[in-house]
């Protein structure tokens, strides 16, 4: 986990899927302040409306020069603002069912449990905000969620959009990266990605 001045007040979830390569990577994004309005300045400056237009790592960034722009952008923060984790773990027996979301959401809420301990961040003055796709429901979010009693204190909101909940937009951008470079590697081919407009960061 990277360091920063200033202790976080808001962690944003989100996962990049890997059926083929059988890896999942979560992205835990711990920021400060008014971190959503930061993030609405980069989509701004690079063309882009938020609240309507949405960074995915499913959008296709060659034919989208201000859509790639605003990635670039959103690593950049990443790299240079705020404190981020990444979670990497296996899918063998997991499906994109109920079963699948349950298990997912399970190692999520584990990993961020050690994360927090090991880097002494209090739960209590921690909101956590989770991509609507990481529990299976609402009601399966909230039993999972009852398991890890470190995470208790912390504010919890299991099914946010990230069109409302921009920091959603740097968590999704930033697991996807890791993924990506993961995959290349795994496939012999390393992948270079710039974060934080400075250095280069390679598997």
Same mark, same amino acid.
């Given at each position: ?72 952008? +959103?690593? *950049? $923060? ?16 997991? !499906? %994109? @069912? ?45 039993? +999972?969620? *009852? $398991? ?16 409302? !909940? %921009? @920091? ?36």
């Amino acid at each position: 986990m990277s360091s920063s001045e200033r202790r976080p007040t808001q962690c944003y979830i989100d996962e990049s899927i890997h059926t083929d390569e059988r890896f999942v990577v979560t992205s835990f994004v711990f920021a400060s302040g008014r971190f959503d309005r930061v993030v609405a300045g980069v989509l701004k400056k690079h063309g882009l409306i938020p609240g309507k237009d949405e960074v995915k790592s499913t959008a296709r960034m060659d034919q989208n020069p201000r859509m790639r722009a605003a990635r670039d952008g +959103l690593l *950049e $923060l990443a790299g240079s603002k705020i404190q981020v984790a990444v979670y990497v773990g296996p899918i063998e027996s997991w !499906r %994109l @069912g109920r079963f699948g979301r349950a298990a997912l959401g399970k190692h999520t809420l584990q990993a961020l449990q050690s994360t927090l301990i090991r880097n002494s961040l209090r739960p209590s003055r921690l909101s956590l905000y989770f991509d609507r796709d990481l529990f299976a429901s609402p009601r399966e979010a909230v039993r +999972l969620f *009852e $398991l890890f009693h470190y995470l208790h204190p912390c504010g919890f909101h299991p099914k946010e959009d990230s069109r409302r !909940r %921009l @920091g959603l937009q740097v968590a999704d951008t930033v697991a996807n990266s890791f993924g990506q470079i993961l995959k290349e590697h795994a496939r012999g081919k390393p992948k270079m990605v710039e974060i934080g407009g400075k250095g280069t960061g390679k598997s």
